[in-house]
């Protein structure tokens, strides 16, 4: 072959992919500067401020992009942190910003924080994430920040006492998440719930309410709560604040007249009750027994258990952990006042250990329309077979089509229950069935685990169901 030749065609192909180069190039700088700061806008800040190095006319197109975030991610770096975020906003054009993301220890910078929040919302910011840790100072979030017009999501993730200045207006404001925030009291507390008036979703994580004896949370036009009330990290130095208990409990009052969906997960260490909540459709319930001795502080939970499933009673879908009903033992004066979910279609019952029988027939009862039953670790039985046949629950004859039942690991306790759920369930049309095969593994029972499935499929049944072991 023509080794002149060969180097022609070599020459051809660099210079080919050179003007496709150059041509790309050219169509990029050809697009206008707003498509130019939409592209930008998906990189992270630090990449978008490096392609001012390109050319000319890109020395600047980052000071225009929509989004900037900051994150201190090494804190031997600090210093470059706070200096990069404080040339940002310095050299940041008129234009309006949509998010806007700082997550830093704030030290003894209190000032300077609030100068740059006071910047955001002057520049109209829509989304506003603040992640701060680390106080060697108070501080004070800037009145501007409390009457911001523009502002339509407002994330506060800090261990820190929230001060409220006199007026707090959200005009704008549909979502709100406060995580591990101090309420300071009564009065600004309810200010703040009470100056969002198209809020439309609200999450509270893991807040102390210890200084808040009674506060409403009613925003008209609210649809979705999710509410964490876990007993961790309630003790900080920085924030200067004593431990959640029961002592100094708050009452939660919730008026939901819009609310759609609302979710409670924690130690019920405060007393969290739904008022005129009719429209929830979806919810879910996990409350955590506690480690006390106290029976008193036992039946003080199971009331405010109640109370939050009394509120329920229209629910369509819903999520249940079993240890809330394991609370509800200890004021067993309250099964019998349990609301009847007439609307409810889809329980799903989640649980470290499998549900006793009987307990489950409790929640069946008071669901006549069930159509679907999810079981998260199994079931037992320890109750007398003709016992529980004498009350069978209307929706197994009437509506419950679909079960699925997980975390088996073949005890007779656990067959018998089966054997019973498909004698009773009159229209089931679909049963799914896991084990823990690790358990059969381990043990080096893995035959056991096909006899327990043949046992099950020789079980007489109630209805034509499908039976299905995955």
């Known amino acids: 072959m023509d080794v002149s030749l060969e180097l ?3 020459e051809k192909v660099k210079f080919r992919k050179k003007q496709n180069a150059t041509k790309s190039r050219n169509d990029i700088d050809n697009l206008p500067d707003a498509i130019l700061e939409h592209i930008l806008s998906y990189l992270s800040t630090k990449d978008a401020v490096r392609t001012s190095i390109l050319l000319k006319r890109w020395q600047y197109l980052w000071t225009s992009i ?4 900051f994150y201190e991610e090494e804190p031997d770096r600090r210093t470059m942190l706070m200096n990069f975020v404080e040339r940002a906003i310095a050299l940041r054009d008129s234009s309006n910003m949509k998010d806007f993301s700082l997550s830093c220890d704030v030290e003894c910078d209190t000032h300077r924080i609030n100068s740059w929040i006071s910047a955001v919302v002057k520049h109209k910011v829509q989304a506003l994430y603040l992640g701060l840790a680390n106080f060697q100072e108070s501080l004070e979030l800037t009145p501007s920040l409390f009457t911001c017009e523009s502002l339509q999501e407002l994330t506060l993730s800090m261990f820190h006492y929230l001060k409220l200045p006199s007026i707090v207006s959200f005009l704008s404001l549909k979502k709100l998440i406060l995580m591990e925030v101090i309420f300071p ?3 600004s507390t309810q200010q703040l719930f009470s100056g969002c008036p198209i809020l439309e979703e609200l999450i509270i994580i893991d807040c102390i309410w210890n200084n808040v004896k009674a506060v409403y949370i009613s925003p008209p036009m609210l649809r ?5 009330d876990a007993n961790e990290n309630k003790d900080d130095l920085n924030a200067d604040a004593d431990g959640q208990n029961d002592s100094n409990s708050c009452q939660v009052k919730i008026f939901g007249n819009s609310l759609e969906s609302f979710s409670f997960t924690g130690d019920h260490l405060n007393d969290f009750c739904l008022l005129n909540s009719s429209s929830v459709v979806d919810a879910s319930i996990e409350v955590f027994q506690r480690d006390d001795e106290d029976f008193y502080v036992d039946v003080q939970d199971a009331h405010r258990i109640f109370k939050l499933l009394d509120g329920l009673g229209n629910v369509e879908k819903l999520k249940l952990q079993v240890s809330s009903l394991e609370v509800l033992n200890y004021a067993e004066e309250l099964f019998p006042l349990l ?4 609307n409810l279609t889809s329980l799903t019952l989640g649980s470290e250990l499998p549900i006793e029988f009987s307990r489950l027939l409790t929640i069946l009862r008071n669901s006549p329309c069930l159509d679907f039953l999810e ?3 199994g079931i037992t039985c320890h109750g007398i077979y003709d016992s529980i046949l004498d009350r069978v629950p209307s929706c197994l004859m009437t509506h419950l089509k679909t079960i699925n039942i997980f975390g088996l690991s073949g005890d007779e306790k656990e067959i018998l229950a089966i054997k019973i759920l498909l004698k009773i369930a009159s229209v089931l049309k679909r049963i799914s069935i896991s084990f823990d095969a690790f358990d059969f593994v381990s043990s080096g029972d ?6 327990f499935s043949a046992q099950i499929l020789s079980f007489p049944k109630g209805s034509s169901c499908s039976i299905f072991f995955c």
């Not at 929509?66 to 975030?69: I, T, Y």
């Not at 979705?224 to 964490?228: G, P």
């Not at 893995?446 to 006899?451: G, R």
């Open 8 to 10: 022609k065609n070599v």
């Open 66 to 69: 929509p989004k900037l975030e």
């Open 185 to 187: 009291d009564d009065n």
């Open 224 to 228: 979705f709560l999710f509410i964490s």
């Open 339 to 342: 609301p009847i979910f007439n």
């Open 375 to 377: 079981l998260g670790m």
């Open 446 to 451: 893995i035959m056991k685990l096909k006899e």
